[in-house]
Structure formats: C-alpha cells, structure tokens
C-alpha cells in the first residue's frame, strides 16, 4: 500500500513539476528553456546509466556499446512518429490533445525498446560468452556496426540526420522513465535474479558451479539493459526533435560508462549521482570553451588513481543515511528485508 | 585483374600502417593487458611532430635524408611521450580493476586529443613533402613513391623489431614480462623498467605510422587517431592480442579488406568493415589468427 | 550400483595427458578418497566430473544418465556439487547471500515475478531466506549471515564452501582440499562435519585430499593417482601398505 501511495506521490510532483517548468501553472514562473533543457538530458542520462549499470555494474559484463541500443531505439521511435503518428491520432481522435500526444509517444516507445531489446539479444547471445576485454571490443564493435548500418537508411535521413520529429517528450515522460527504470533495476537487483547475477560477477565458474544458468542470466540482463537504452534514445529523440547518428557513436558508449564510473559500479543512486554530475559538469564547464575537454580529461584521470571506485563505490546513498550496520559494502544483494 | 592488384597494392599500402600501429597495441596488451586507447592519440602526434619537423628542414627541398630526420626525430619524440603517458597515468592504476584502466585510457586520450585541438588547432594541417615523388607502373598497376616508401620503410621497422624481441635481453625480458608479470619481476626483471620500452617502442612505431601517413595523406588533424586507432586495434585483436607478428598480420589483412570493400561494393560501409570482421573473428576465434588461448585454472 | 562411474576417462591438454583411462565408481553414501602427488591430476577429475573441461574420451555416468560434456551448470542441476581448492567465494556478498546463491537454481522465480514482485515471489524470498539460515546454523556461520564473505576467518570460509554447496541439494559431493590450511583441531573438526553431512543426509562424497590422517581417517576407499594413472584402490589400512603408493610418495630408492 505505501508503494501505490508513494508511487501516486511521485507521478503527481512530476507533473506539477512538469507544469511548473513549463510555464503553464503559474503565470510568468517559467524554468529558462536552456536549463530545463539541461534537465531533461540529465533525465534520458539517468536512465542510460542505470541501465548500463545493470550489465556492467551489477553483472560484471564490460559492454561500452550502450549507445548502440540508444540508437536503434532513437531512429525506431522516430520513425514511428513520423510515419504513423498521425494516423494513430486521427483514431483516437477523442482524446484530448496531450492525451493523444503521450499514446503516440508511449507507442513509439515501446517499440523502440522492443526492437532494441531484440538487437540485444542478438549482440548479447554471441557476446556474452567472451571474458572482459574481448566483450568489450566486440560491444564497441556491434555499436560502431549499428551505427554505420543506421547511417546508411535514406528512410531515416542517412548522413543528413533525422528531422521532422515532433516533441512529445517532455520533463514529466523523460523522468517519469527514469523513475521506472530505477524501479526495475532496484528490483532486478535486490531479488534472486539480481543475486545470481552478483554472483556472476564476483566469480562466473563458482556461480556456474552453484547450478547458476549463467548464459542466459547475462543475457536476459543485457536485454533488459537494451530496452532501457531503447526508450532513453526514443525520448531523447522526441526532445531533441532531429537526430544523427553522431550522437550515438562509442564516444557516446564512453560517457554513459564514465557516468556509471565517477557514481560508483553496483550503486543505482551511484549511476544517478554520475549521470547527474556528467551533466552539469558538461555544461558547466561550457564557460571554459575549448578548455572544458581538457579539464574533464584530466578530472577523469585523477578520478581514477585517486577513487576508482567512484563516489558511492557498491553503496548506495540509503546506506549512508541510514546508520544501521545493514549490509554496509556488501554487493546490493537482498538481505531478506525487500 | 589490373584492379585486383591494384587494390592489393593499396591495401598493403594502407595494412602497413595499421600494422604499425597496431603493434603498439599489441606490445602494450602484452605486457600489462590494457588496452592503450591513447594509442591511436599518439599517432597523431607523431604526424603533427613530423609535421613541424619537416616544416623546420624546408631549407633543404625534399631529400631521403631529411624525410629520414623527420622520421627519427618523431619517433624519439614519441617514444618520450609513450613514457610519460605510461608513467604518469598507467603506472599509478596499474594494479586496479580493468574498467579503472580502460577509464584511465580513455581519459588520457580524450585529452591528448583535446590539448591537441588547442595547441595545433582544429583544422587540418598540411604535410608538405618530404621525399622526391615518383610513379611507378609496374604490370598496369600504379605505384606511388609513398606507398613504396610506405611499404618498405614498414617492413624494415617490423624486421628491426623482430630482431629487437628476439635476440637481445631487453626484448627476452619483454616477452618474459608478457607471459608473467610477477613471475619475471621475481626472476628479477626490472618490470618498470620494461614497460616503460615497450611503450617507447610501441609509440616510435606509432610515431613512425604517423609520419608516413602525413607523407602518402597530405592531411592532418586532431582527431585522425580515432579511426586510425581503433582499426589498428581491432588488427591486433584479429591478429591475436599479444601476438607481435599477429599484430603485422592483421594489419595487412584490415588494410586489404577495407580497401577491397571500398573498391568493389561501397565506400558508405568503409568503417563498418573492420568491425564486422572483428566481431566474426571474436565469435569464431576468440584468440585471433595468431593469439594463444588462455585457458583459466579452476 | 554405484552413483558415479567413470569408464576410461582421458584428459589431455595438447600433448600432456593429464587423465589416463581412469576407471572410478562411487556408491551412493560412500566416503571415497582420491589422493596423490602433486600434479597427480586430482583437480583435473573433479573438473572433469564438474564439467569444467570436457573430457578427451572416456564416459561419466551419474545416476544412470552420462554427462560427459555437459555444461557445468547443467551438472550441478542434475545434483552434483563442489568446492573449490583456492577458495572462490563471491567475495563482496554476504555470507547468507552466498548460501542463497546456491539455492536459486532450484527455484522458480523468473524475471517478471521478480519486477513485480508477485505474493509467489515473495513467498519464495522468504523460504530461501529461512534455509539458508538454517543451513547457515548448521555449519556455525549463523552469527556471520551478514559478514562479507570475504571478511571471513580462512576457516570459517572454507566451512561457507561447503555449505554453499550443499545448497544445491546435491546427491554426491566434491570437497576440493578441503582440510588445506588447517590446523590439527580444525581438520579433527572437518572430519567429523563431513562424517555428520554423510550420515545425515546421506549423499556420497568424493574428496581429493593431501592430508593424510582426514583421508585415512574417514575414507572408506582410498583411491591413488600418480601421472593421471590409477596406481591402487582400496580400504585405507591396504594402501598404507601398498609399496606402489609408498613409491609414488616418497620416490624410489
């Protein structure tokens, strides 16, 4: 019951937040455009992150071919909307206008997770089998091929991007995802799945050993981390409102991991924290032009010879706040309270 | 048939580069199984170091001997530069995770490549000449001096390795050092000491790629080590990681495909090649052509 | 009718043999010893058996089905378990967590239920969660539940081991060295917990050991390998005896 009750107070703080931003509660109160803007991306990189974390965080799998999956769901949902898009609003022509616009987008969603979850399957399946460097060039590999292999549809703008797309996401759907997919993950985690897939990480012959279905755990787990990635690209391209395949090379797949890096491998609040941090250093650093680059480098190499486990490590910020001896370093594994 | 060789010899042309390249991968992957992303960064400066070289001996008009200048002083540049890199952000996080390393790699490179940006500036640069040119046509194919050049001068620097690795101490020690770290620091290895050559090495050869692309490609700029890079490396990963004459093998055969697939289907998949190639071989022969396979002790 | 039996089986690495036609048969309930020198190629049975390598030739037969070749994971399901010569805990879990690990693959939990946490999934957690602590209480680890694993007194760890494995209700057990390490108490203590663990829940157990007094001890059949080949068979008392094991041991003259 405090689920629903807690779960019904997020929804409804999101959409007034929503409003508010917006500039269509109260009259002249309106976040500046550039900032909401900085906001919103900080929302599709939450959700790039923690899903990204699932694999290589809590499974030990070392995929930097994230932005892959971005992709395919980005172009995918894109395409949806704009070939079908209207067609699907004229038959729900009785829905109010917002309503309209959130079933095309909620649409278009989810089939950019569902192809991006079968082209995780298929990366997955052979990938997976491979040990930590390897699986990482094969990722980059798959990503860069994706990537090329989108670059190449005319239907979708080829070299020229993408355009045309109209803006359906918003703060209150791009959060909204991230809050569900900080959900899914916490769950996964703290479960028997979320256990074997720790197990996996911490020693693959030992879990194989303990009866553990080891294949098929990282990959229902790369699946789902693909899903995740589709719907962040779907959203990102119905912000952003024209894509390019740019946006979605290894250097992409690079500053989902450094996010998931500087909060800490196995912390959900870690990914947010990184994704968060990633953001506005980013665009905090903008002031410093062609210095920016440099300094974040730089900040990154001395991240990781001073604290390479990042700021929460395998914590999470719950532990901190609470001082109970719970499971203080211990993987998020359950420990029988969730 | 005319085309065929001609692909070839283009292909050789460009897998030499690659090759060189990809053999510092190989060497440092080796030693201290990282994968040097900064690798491809250093390339590029060994081309923009030739490049104000050669800028400096203009005085002369192109000749061997200041192309040959050109190329030394880059590479000892370089080979400073791989130690330093190694040094400074390698050596403190050498004992960590592997995702603590590759970070650390992609971070070096990431500003290796943005300092470059600042200091040689954002667009390209020019490589003036340096050797006398020629054409050649041998059997209806064209050669060009570069690529003769290219080929050559590759070939004599992976021989000079080879004969480095093979017959002298310092190049047993590096392969003592790649089978066991610890076990050749107990044998009493300076292992410091022999990471830091094989960066030296790895970077001159690099150093030296940079240069002769510089001479074949008049065009230069900051960012040319990522593509360039990451081909040579998924060379080394074909080739068999660790595998020097692997690295030399799968360099070519990157270079030839790309070229091949250029020629005969379409230039818009030049990039995805390499890639595909890499993931078939990782999926078929994860240890590559060459590479041994490391089977782990329960 | 023996639970385990290994007809000609051969592992060879490259051009090391490391198995030699081995012929081996446990009964169910069994207390079976395998010794040998260093190198003798002890582990490279159990991994064998395990299924971590696939052997050269030669069949394995486990209650009538062979799993020769089979995947490991697949093995342990059928109800073979193991540990480990150098301990492979999953260190940064808690020792509770471990154990629970080993449970899982007996479960039904799929991913979904998980995501929703549905009353069948909660049910599950908690019943997992009840055995491994009593499985926990049995071993004395009770009172570490929470403690990393890898916190753990090395004695302490290697007790974990074989708990961990004994989630995986299994039929016959592999302990991997497990007196390694030990003092003369606690391995006095090992071997009465492994006597218990057969007398109780009667499983066989297969164990590869160097120290001689637990294998003597509590073995009913020792079996010698030296260079990958059976050398002798039997009852402790006659290979204590047997000059060809004396040989192998201690060289010739």
Redesign the interface.
């Known amino acids: 019951m405090r689920g629903w009750l807690a779960g019904a107070g997020l929804l409804g703080g999101l959409l007034l937040l929503n409003g508010l931003f917006a500039g269509a509660l109260l009259p002249g109160v309106a976040m500046p455009p550039y900032l909401l803007q900085v906001l919103c991306l900080a929302g599709i990189n939450i959700t790039l992150a923690v899903s990204l974390n699932l694999i290589n965080g809590f499974t030990g799998q070392f995929s930097i071919g994230h932005a892959g999956f971005m992709a395919i769901g980005a172009y995918s949902s894109a395409y949806f909307t704009v070939a079908f898009g209207d067609r699907l609003r004229a038959v729900f022509g009785f829905l109010p206008e917002f309503g309209r616009d959130s079933l095309v987008l909620l649409v278009a969603l989810s089939i950019g997770a569902i192809l991006a979850s079968i082209a995780g399957f298929f990366v997955g399946v052979p990938s997976l089998r491979l040990r930590g460097d390897y699986l990482a060039i094969v990722t980059l590999g798959f990503g860069e091929i994706i990537r090329v292999f989108i670059l190449n549809i005319d239907a979708v703008g080829g070299a020229r991007g993408y355009s045309g797309i109209p803006k359906l996401a918003n703060f209150f759907w791009i959060y909204f995802f991230a809050a569900a997919t900080i959900l899914v993950v916490y769950r996964i985690v703290h479960s028997s799945f979320g256990r074997t897939l720790v197990a996996i990480r911490e020693d693959e012959i030992a879990a194989e050993a303990m009866g553990v279905h080891t294949t098929r755990a990282k990959v229902i787990s790369f699946v789902v981390s693909s899903a995740m990635a589709g719907v962040a690209g779907g959203l990102f391209a119905h912000y952003l409102m024209y894509v390019h395949t740019n946006s979605f090379s290894f250097l992409r797949s690079f500053e989902i991991i450094i996010m998931i890096v500087i909060g800490g491998l196995g912390s959900i609040s870690g990914s947010v924290l990184g994704a968060v941090l990633f953001i506005f250093l980013t665009e905090g650093l903008r002031e410093f032009a062609q210095y920016r680059m440099v300094l974040f480098s730089l900040l990154l190499i001395v991240l990781m010879i001073v604290r390479p486990q990042g700021i929460l490590g395998h914590k999470e910020f719950v532990t901190f706040l609470t001082k109970r001896r719970r499971s203080i370093g211990a993987a998020p594994g359950t420990t029988g309270t969730e | 048939m005319t085309t065929f060789l001609q692909q070839l010899v283009n292909g050789l042309s460009l897998g030499s580069i690659y090759a060189l390249i990809a053999l510092g991968y190989t060497m440092v992957y080796g030693v201290l199984r990282l994968i040097n992303f900064a690798h491809g960064d250093v390339y590029m400066v060994g081309a923009y170091v030739g490049y104000f070289l050669s800028r400096r001996l203009r005085g002369g008009g192109p000749s061997f001997v200041s192309a040959l200048l050109v190329m030394l002083g880059s590479m000892i540049a370089c080979a400073l530069l791989g130690i330093l890199i190694e040094r400074l952000a390698y050596r403190p996080v050498r004992r960590e995770a592997r995702l603590t390393l590759l970070i650390t790699a992609i971070g070096v490179s990431l500003f290796i490549e943005n300092v470059a940006q600042l200091v040689f500036g954002p667009d390209p640069k020019f490589f003036p000449s340096l050797a006398p040119r020629a054409d050649f046509i041998v059997a209806g194919v064209r050669l060009t001096s570069e690529q003769i050049t290219v080929i050559v001068v590759s070939f004599l620097l992976m021989l000079l390795l080879r004969f480095f690795i093979m017959k002298t101490r310092t190049g047993k020690a590096m392969r003592a050092v790649s089978f066991s770290l610890d076990a050749a620091r107990l044998m009493g290895i300076s292992t410091d000491w022999i990471i830091s050559v094989t960066f030296a090495l790895g970077s001159a050869l690099a150093a030296a790629a940079g240069v002769l692309i510089g001479m074949q490609i008049p065009k230069i700029d900051p960012l040319m080590g990522i593509m360039y890079g990451l081909k040579a490396f998924v060379a080394a990963v074909l080739g068999g990681i660790g595998s020097i004459p692997g690295a030399v093998l799968g360099g070519l055969l990157i270079g030839t495909s790309e070229v091949m697939v250029v020629g005969y289907l379409s230039s818009t998949y030049r990039e995805a090649i390499a890639f595909a190639i890499l993931i078939l071989v990782l999926i078929l022969r994860p240890q590559g052509l060459l590479g041994r396979v490391h089977k782990e002790k329960v | 009718m023996s639970i385990l039996q290994l007809s000609r089986v051969t592992m060879k690495?490259g051009g090391l043999c490391a198995v030699n036609e081995l012929e081996l048969a446990v009964v169910p309930g069994q207390l079976y010893g395998l010794i040998g020198p260093n190198g003798a190629g002890k582990?490279t049975v159990f991994?064998v058996i395990?299924g971590?390598y696939t052997p050269t030739s030669g069949s394995i037969v486990f209650e009538g089905n062979p799993i020769a070749g089979e995947?490991?994971?697949r093995i342990?399901?059928r109800g073979i378990?193991?540990t480990?010569q150098n301990i492979?805990?999953?260190?940064?879990?808690?020792v509770?967590?471990n154990v629970?690990?080993?449970f899982?693959?007996?479960?039904a939990?799929?991913?979904s239920t998980?995501?929703l946490?549905t009353p069948g999934?909660r049910e599950?957690?908690?019943r997992?969660?009840r055995e491994s602590r009593d499985l926990l209480k049995i071993f004395k680890l009770g009172d570490l539940a929470?403690e990393?694993a890898k916190n753990l007194p090395y004695g302490s760890q290697r007790r974990l081991e074989i708990a961990?494995?004994m989630?995986?209700a299994p039929r016959l057990l592999l302990l991997d060295e497990p007196a390694a390490g030990m003092n003369p108490h606690e391995s006095t203590q090992l071997m009465d917990l492994i006597r218990w663990i057969r007398d109780r829940f009667g499983m066989a157990i297969l164990l590869v050991e160097h120290n001689m007094k637990v294998v003597m001890g509590i073995c009913e059949t020792v079996h010698v390998l030296d260079y990958g080949s059976t050398i002798a068979i039997g009852p402790p008392a006659q290979i204590q005896r047997d000059p060809k094991v004396i040989e192998a041991y201690l060289g010739g003259a």
């Open positions: 690495f582990t991994n395990t971590v995947r490991c994971g342990t399901r378990a193991r480990f492979r805990l999953f260190g940064e879990m808690s509770l967590e629970k690990v080993a899982d693959c007996r479960q939990t799929t991913l998980a995501v946490r999934h599950e957690e908690a997992i969660d929470d990393r961990r494995a989630a995986t």
